[in-house]
């Protein structure tokens, strides 16, 4: 296992994913990328905190890494689309509830992700 992608949105779901990642990479002395996601373009500059946070655990702990920023309305398309043309070895995620309604009308986001992804994904909670 070489290259770990991460998606973050700045929960305490996505934090606990990172942290797991992190774990794995010093195990297989793997890169980690970390990626997130926003919806509207006005979005960007709180993008660039989640990631600034990511960063500072990333440092820390002392990975390789690289933070991407993306645009889109479609956040598994995006983690989806990344793993299989870069070659991603796992991808991690955070578990996040929906409400069972929503979940059923939409579909979660990891759900998504694992559905369509072309490598493995763990889902951490």
Known sequence: MKKILVGVDGSEYSKNALKEAIEI??????EVTV??????????????????????????????????????PNTPKVITD??????????VVGSR???????YLIGSVCNKICYD???????VK
């Open 25 to 30: 990479a010093k195990k297989f002395s793997a």
């Open 35 to 72: 990626v997130n996601v926003y919806h509207v373009s006005s979005g960007q500059d709180l993008s660039q905190k989640i990631l600034k946070k990511a960063e500072v655990m990333l440092e820390d702990g002392d990975v390789k890494f690289n933070l991407v920023s993306v645009f889109s």
């Open 82 to 91: 990344m793993a299989k043309h870069e070659r991603f070895d796992l991808i």
């Open 97 to 103: 509830g929906m409400g069972a309604v929503k979940a």
């Open 117 to 123: 992804s072309p490598v493995s994904v763990l889902i």
